[in-house]
């Protein structure tokens, strides 16, 4: 299982730093979003998926809160994966519900401030608020620390790998962002370079080079602001999850002018993490019964088609 990297955050952060709570996760690098993907890194481990069992059959055996129903927790506002209805998350969690022939009722919610505070609220205990949690939740970083620090939790069946990257515009920024630090970030000694604010991207920028770019990082509340940014021409570049950026590059006018290049440095020890899905410990059933299904529907080229409906690269774990 990968250190766990990033996503949602808070809604004054959408992302949590990298880290645990996807900050890129968006999850997050810090204790947030994509902070939190940094705190929970560590060491890149291996969660052992359930063996798969048949399909849940008719009712589903108690498997779920509700008969019938497979209620699924969804980060909001978190292109490309799940978003104004609709998202990579979502529609893989549909068919996955189809699948087991049960009913996807999509529980949509903001992130907290990590990703141990998103599993207690959607996952194993739900918030102080009244929020009920999900059966299942989309989107947490496949991280055997992460797994470690919550064992009121089962994290399996890992469905992708996010990535870092770089949107740059080749006229400004000609060369990949590749090699050492020192080489492969030269260039933004002078050029400005666009991030999210409080995420592994942020986090590593503002700490290469012994702190030399640090002027020259621009902070946005989210990848999709920041691409905005480079189109500008407020930054020659930015910094982020591939599936993001990918996301945010197909929103502008003339995205060919654009390059994503996957980001190889020595310096960056987190690069890329696992994605999967999180249900109460005591319910390997239900565990088994999901993997069962996303096995299924990933022979059938079914989570292929569900990336390439969004125009996102699909890795999957392993490759």
């Not at 779920?64 to 209620?71: E, I, K, S």
């Not at 992130?111 to 009244?130: I, T």
């Not at 990535?163 to 933004?188: H, Y």
């Amino acid at each position: 299982m990968a250190a766990c990297i990033c996503r949602p955050s808070k809604a004054s952060s959408p992302r949590k730093p990298c880290g645990l709570s996807a900050v890129g996760w968006r999850p997050s690098v810090l204790p947030i979003k994509g902070v939190r993907l940094l705190s929970a890194l560590a060491a890149l481990g291996a969660l052992v998926l359930a063996t798969p069992q048949p399909q849940a059959a008719e009712g589903d055996g108690g498997i779920t809160a509700q008969p019938g129903t497979l209620r699924i927790a969804v980060y909001n506002d978190y292109p490309p994966y799940s978003y104004n209805g609709k998202g990579i998350d979502v529609d893989l969690a549909q068919a996955v519900a189809k699948e087991l022939g049960l009913k996807a009722d999509i529980a949509w919610f903001n992130a907290d401030e990590d990703m141990n505070d998103d599993l207690r609220n959607m996952v194993w205990k739900g918030h102080y608020l009244g929020n009920r949690p999900g059966d299942l939740m989309m989107h947490v970083p496949y991280d055997e620390r992460l797994a470690k620090a919550n064992s009121q939790v089962r994290i399996f069946a890992p469905y992708t790998v996010e990535t870092i990257a770089v949107a740059r515009d080749p006229q400004r920024i000609p060369k990949k962002v590749v090699g050492s630090a020192a080489v492969a970030l030269e260039v933004f000694t002078r050029e400005k370079i666009g991030v999210e604010l409080t995420t592994l991207s942020d986090a590593f920028l503002l700490s290469a080079l012994n702190g030399r770019l640090r002027e020259q990082v621009v902070h946005y509340k989210s990848v999709p602001l920041a691409v905005k940014g480079m189109q500008a021409g407020e930054v020659a570049a930015v910094m982020g999850p591939r599936a993001e950026l990918e996301a945010a590059l197909k929103t502008l006018d003339t995205p060919s002018r654009f390059q994503l290049d996957a980001v190889k440095m020595p310096e960056l020890k987190v690069d890329n993490w696992a994605l999967g899905m999180a249900v109460k410990s005591d319910n390997a059933k239900l565990a088994e019964t999901v993997s069962h299904a996303l096995s299924k529907l990933q022979k059938e080229g079914e989570v292929k088609r569900i990336f390439a409906n969004y125009g996102i690269t699909l890795q999957l774990p392993g490759e």
